[in-house]
Every structure is written in C-alpha cells, then in structure tokens.
C-alpha cells in the first residue's frame, strides 16, 4: 500500500466518532435559531407583527417603518443570541448558497461603538455580485445587481449570523436566483387552484404548494476522500476498479447505520431542529455508505431554502466527523447514485390537502380534478419536465437502471387507473340523473381515502402518484429543488387556468351544470393523456421502445434536454405565467449549458492529469520492477528461462499495451477539447463535451482500471473503491 493511502486508511481507522449528546429534547430545540411566529410574537410591537404576517400570507408589502422596526427586533433578538453579524442569504445560479457578512457594529463620532441594522439594511442591499452568472442579463442592462428581502422566509441564525434569506435581482429586475421564478411561480399557482376551489367551497382564499424532499447522500472518510483528486476536485471518482464486493448483496439498505454516520446524523439532525427545518426519517440507502435523509413537507419556498441550507450545513457537519460528505448524483461507477426525491402537493388554507381522496363524492371530485390536471400538465410539458432535471452528473443516473429514465411518465396505481377508465365513459354533454348517481356513488364515491398503501408500489415510475402527493423522483442530489419546483408548480398553474376556461366555457355556453362541465372537460382530459401514463418497468428496454412509438421524448444528456428550456411553448409559458420573461429564460439555459460545458471540462482536465501523473508513472514503475526481475532470472536461470518468465513477459507487455492507450486516448481527449473550446456557439460546444470529449473518459478509465488491477497494491497511489466504500 503507498504511503498516503496507508496513513490516510490508519487515520480512518483510529479515528474515534465524537459522542453527540443531546441534553434537550429535540422539540424544544426546535426553531430555537428562527425569527419566527413565536419569536417575532415576543419581540415584535402588534404593528409589526401584523405588517409581517400580511405580507407572509397575502403578499402585502411591508412599508419602512414597519421594516425599521422588525429589524430592530431581529437584531436585538440575534444580539441576545451573541450574534455579532449579518447577511443576505440567497442561491445565485452556481448552486450554492451565497452570503456576505457585515457586522452590526459601527463606530461613532465620540469614538464610542453601537450596534446597528436598519430597516433599509434588512430590506436591501447590493452585494458585488459580479462574478455570479447571469446569462450575459447583466452586461445587457446594468451591472448592478441586489438582494431583496423575503419575509416568506424566516430569519435564522447560523453560526454568529444573523441570515436574512432574499431573492437576487439585476438592476433591471430581472431575476439571478433560483427563488425570484419559484415565488413568481408559486403565486401563479396559487391563483389558478384557488380559482378552481372556489367550485367546490367559496371559503378557499389561498393554495400553497408543498414540498418534501428526501436528500440522498455518501459519507467517505475525510482523509481518503482527500487522497483522491477526482474527488476533491469533481466530487466524484472518475477512475477506480469496482471491489470483489459491492451492493449485490443489499446488505446496507436499511441495515444498522455505522457509529461515526449516527454521530454525524445527530449533530446534523440537532443543527436542523435549531434552524426549524423538522427533519424526521434517516436511514442507510442501497449502497455501501449511502444514507438518506428526509424531513416534514413544508410550504415549496421554505422548503426549497431548507434544503440548500440543509446542504451547506451537511459539509460544515461532515467535516467535525472526519466525513467528506458527497452529494454527486454519481459519486462511484457500479455503485448506486445519489436522487432526491420531490414529493409535491397543493394544499388549502382551509386546511384540504387537494392531491388527497376526500370523504365525499363532492371533495373527491376536487381531488380527480388536481390529479387529473396535474396528469395533463406532466403530459403537455413532459420534455419541458426532464429538462428541469438536466446536469452532467444527473445524465449518469437517469437511464441508467437505478434511477427513473431519461423518458418522463405518470404512475398511479391500479385503482385510480380504474376510476380514470370508469369517468372515460361519462357521457358527452349533459348528465341523465341517473348517471349522475351512478357517477357519485359508485365511481367518484368510490375512491378509498387510504390510497396510500395501494399506489407506492412502482419504484421505477420517474413522476408517481403516492397516495397524497406526487413524488417526482428524477431530481438529482445536487440539485436545488427551486428549479424543479419552479416548473412543476408553472405547468400546473398553466394547466389549471386553461382547464377553469374550458369549464366556464361549457357552463356559460352550453348551460351545463358546473359538476358536469368538470366531468365532460376531465373526461376529455383522460382521453387525451394517455399516452404519459405508465404502469410497467420503467427501466426495461421495452418501455423505451413503447416510449418512442407514444411521442414521448427521450433526452439522455444534459445539452439536448436542455434545449426545451428555450423552446417556442417554454417561453410563452413563462411569459404567460409571468414566471420568467424571454431574456431571464434564455440566460438561464445559456447558463445551464456553461455549466454542464465546464463542469465536463474540469473532469476532463483532471482525469488527464491522474491518468498521465498518477496512473502512468506508476505502472512505468512496477513495470521496471518486472524488467528487473526478468533480467535477475536470465542470469540465474539462463537456458531455462523461457519456461520461468512467461507471466512476467506477458505482463510487461500487458502493462505497455495500456500505457500506450492511456497515452493515446489523453492525447485524443485534449486534442478534442481544444476543437470545442474553439467553437463560438454554445450549443455547439456544449454537444461536442457531450459526444466528442466525454466518451473518451470511458476508454481512459478502462486501460487505469485494467493496470489497477496488475499493479502491486504496494505501489498504488489511489485510494481504491474497497477502501472508499468499505472504511467505517
Ligand atoms: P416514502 O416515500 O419514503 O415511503 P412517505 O411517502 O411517507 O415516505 O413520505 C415521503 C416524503 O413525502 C416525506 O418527506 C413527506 O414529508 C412527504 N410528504 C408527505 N405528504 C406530503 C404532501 N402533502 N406534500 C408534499 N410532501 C409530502
Ligand atoms: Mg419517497
């Protein structure tokens, strides 16, 4: 074993996991680190308290005195919590959280000091954003571009500051951020759905989009994640040879979580509960060293800034545990990836989970007219949906028999497919009566209001209905759940508001009864999406094969998904929605493709540079070694020596034949790299990473993989899967 990996293997071996204790009770611990209701109770006057919550539930504005008086409270609150700063905290386009910290304090003319924050520093600020992407939206218009509060989102303190979650805006207003689209996108939902309540109860003032994700992750020992490039570098191996053992036995799933993972876990999970986010499941995944952690839905904007800070905190954490915390979608080949599961719903504020079978005929009508729309929506934007999902790491995942196919479909379960057949026969035009009684007691009546256990049974289905909520299944472990979120709930508003014209239309025009006009328009419905639902195994060939003659898309990588970002339909979508004009939506794809081209790049360069610093100098070594011997047993064995230096003989030659590819192939790979950076158009570039440079990642890691295995283990400079995987 080299040296560095055996004192990075000693070091994991002696290290010993840190006793988390926890004194209070995790309930208590709860929000202790948010500005929240209870708090802003305590410290706001009613004035204030009642200008925050108008603004939190009906987006009202909240005027400068107002805000001068919240943050006055918020800063004597964080103050009695000894924190000594302050910051805007949003998620630029780089998808990681951005903060800038300034210190309330501030000096006087008297030489004396106070602390200080005002109402216009809680409100606005202009951090030099220069140097995040924005899609060219900046150099177009102007060059500033600032934060802005959103009182949606609480406060919190994290470490000794006070962070003030903001969207990040050009100038000129257009957005920089994952959230500004997603709260545009969320009022555009709520609209639409609470137009279509009001046919079932008048009382229905506000929908809200709710989120549950479910974050996938690996834990590797910090010291042999560190003597790994690839890993420190792309947050994934890009060459190792797999172990005799891998998953095949399952014997991780559910298994007994490790000591130093549980140490981990609680001083992540008591992090969580002073920060409000109410995290509830944990357990091992299907891989070696792959655990999942998972909270309480919570309303999409909350939880979407719940998880990015989740991820954050997750390295911070993993770090006091000697833990590199690895959220790639793909960190190991022939090792499962890492998802995350978005688990979506709309909800009342009257309290009616609207994906949820109700107790009445009346409320099940409801619940089949946001199942049956959100079906629709899945199936008029389907290629729009994968698009939402496209990195160059997710591409290893999706279509790769793990996870959902790169073809988006809709499973829900036998029964409902069964109500669907059943409202597929209702009559056109007006209802008999006793077809309406039929249709009441014995079809809409029907739906049991425990679905639950009857739908969750598909676990190759990229979008299912379970039971109460759908779970889209195909976003992956980096991503920030804004993007997807922000799409989901836009075609959903989309499709709501076409399906409440379609409805009116048939009860002004052809003077049906409203409960009719739904069930004509959601019959149609049926008949028209068909094609989207999928009950079989989503990751056979013969659903790819099915896929195709149904129409529906089928984008294995990131460039030509992507290219349904900037469609025709998408922009008009966006502008319809007032989610995101033309130029925002063009820099983001124009962002989005930067990314995906750098991001292979960056492994390009580094699997170049192992593979020629690394790998070569190493099997040149051991081969000299060989030569050696061969030489040493010439002389002993002289006449004989043909017969004793077979194995030898052949394994310099083996080892010769793989440097040569190596060689060969790194060439290749930066020859053609240097061909797509020359290329001026994006697109252009982006398609030649994908099929020009990629492949020959391939061709490289197969001839260091193959020497991985013939060079003495003695020697061999990368920590190797066994060792990454198998550590505890
Ligand atoms: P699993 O998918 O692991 O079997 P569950 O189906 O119970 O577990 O829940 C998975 C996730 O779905 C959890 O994070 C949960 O909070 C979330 N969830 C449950 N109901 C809703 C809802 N109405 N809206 C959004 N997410 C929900
Ligand atoms: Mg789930």
Redesign the pocket.
């Known amino acids: 074993m080299s040296t560095l990996r055996f004192h990075a293997i000693k070091e994991s071996l002696t290290y010993k996991p840190v006793n988390v204790e926890e004194k209070e009770r995790r309930s208590d611990l709860f929000g202790k680190h948010v500005f929240n209701e209870r708090t802003m109770r305590q410290y706001l006057t009613k004035d204030a308290f009642n200008g925050v919550r108008d603004a939190i539930q009906y987006g009202k504005k909240i005027d400068r005195s107002i805000a001068d008086q919240v943050a006055s409270s918020m800063k004597d609150w964080a103050l009695s919590k000894g924190v000594t700063h302050y910051t805007h905290w949003f998620q630029p386009l780089t998808g990681a959280t951005a903060e800038k910290h300034d210190a309330f304090f501030e000096t006087m003319q008297d030489g004396m000091a106070i602390e200080k924050f005002g109402g216009s520093q809680l409100v606005q600020q202009e951090p030099d954003a220069s140097s995040f992407p924005s899609g060219g939206i900046r150099n177009t218009f102007e060059a500033r571009g600032y934060t802005a509060w959103d009182p949606t989102s609480p406060a919190f303190i994290y470490g000794t500051t006070l962070c003030i979650p903001t969207i990040f805006v050009a100038y000129t207003g257009e957005a920089l951020d994952y959230k500004t689209p997603l709260l545009r996108a969320l009022h555009a939902v709520d609209n639409a759905a609470t137009a279509i309540c009001k046919y079932f109860d008048k009382n229905v003032k506000k929908v809200s989009s709710s989120l549950?994700w479910?974050q996938e992750y690996f834990l590797v020992d910090k010291m042999l994640a560190a003597s790994r490039p690839d890993i420190s570098l792309t947050g994934r191996t890009l060459l190792g040879h797999s172990p005799a053992k891998g998953q095949q036995l399952d014997d991780h799933y559910f298994g007994s979580i490790p000591n130093r993972a549980l140490s981990f876990m609680r001083e992540l999970e008591t992090e969580c509960m002073l920060l409000g986010i109410p995290v509830k499941t944990r357990h091992n995944e299907v891989a070696p060293n792959q655990f999942e952690l998972?909270p309480i839905y919570e309303e999409a904007n909350l939880a979407v800034d719940h998880n990015s800070l989740l991820m954050d905190m997750m390295g911070r954490v993993a770090a006091r545990h000697n833990f590199k915390v690895l959220l790639h979608e793909k960190p190991f080949k022939g090792i499962n990836g890492s998802g995350k599961?978005n688990?979506w719903s709309l909800s009342t504020d009257t309290g009616v989970n609207l994906l949820g079978p109700g107790k009445t005929p009346m409320s099940n009508l409801q619940f089949l007219t946001f199942f049956i729309n959100t079906i629709k929506a899945v199936h008029e934007h389907e290629a729009l949906l994968r698009a939402t999902v496209a990195s160059a790491g997710n591409d290893h995942r999706l279509g790769a028999n793990e996870a959902p196919p790169a073809i988006i479909s809709v499973f829900i379960g036998e029964q409902l497919t069964k109500v669907l057949e059943e409202l597929e026969g209702v009559t056109k035009g007006k209802l008999s009566p006793q077809e309406k009684t039929e249709l009441k007691l014995n079809v809409v009546g029907k739906i049991p209001d425990v679905l639950l256990d009857n739908t969750?049974r598909n676990r190759t289905s990229p979008f299912a209905f379970?039971g109460n909520k759908f779970?889209f299944?195909a976003v992956g472990s980096t991503a920030n759940c804004g993007n997807p979120m922000t799409i989901l709930n836009t075609i959903v508003a989309k499709q709501l508001s076409d399906f409440k014209v379609e409805v009116d239309k048939l009860i002004d025009k052809k003077g049906l009864k409203k409960d009719e006009a739904i069930f004509n328009v959601l019959r149609e419905y049926i008949k028209s999406t068909r094609h989207i639902l999928f009950e079989g195994n989503g990751y056979g060939k013969a659903w790819e094969e099915e896929a195709k003659k149904r129409g529906l898309s089928n984008n294995k990588t990131t460039p030509e998904a992507l290219k349904a970002k900037i469609s025709k339909e998408t922009i008009a979508l966006f502008e319809e929605m007032n989610v995101m004009s033309r130029v925002e939506t063009e820099a983001r794809y124009e962002i989005e493709m930067e990314a995906y081209i750098m991001h292979i790049q960056i492994e390009s360069r580094v699997l170049g540079d192992i593979a020629r610093n690394h790998i070569v100098p190493t099997a040149v070594k051991y081969q000299n070694i060989l030569i050696e011997n061969v030489r040493g047993l010439k002389e002993i064995f002289d006449k004989k020596f043909n017969s004793v230096s077979k194995e030898q003989l052949s394994l310099i030659e083996e080892i010769s034949s793989h440097i040569e590819s190596i060689n060969a192939n790194v060439t290749k790979m930066i020859n053609e790299r240097k061909k797509a950076n020359a290329l001026e158009d994006l697109e252009k570039r982006a398609m030649a990473y994908c099929d020009k440079v990629k492949p020959i990642f391939d061709d490289i890691r197969y001839h260091c993989d193959k020497l991985e295995l013939l060079v003495d283990d003695e020697i061999w400079p990368l920590t190797k899967y066994r060792e990454l995987l198998f550590t505890r």
């Open positions: 549950g479910e998972a599961h688990n969750d379970t779970e299944r």
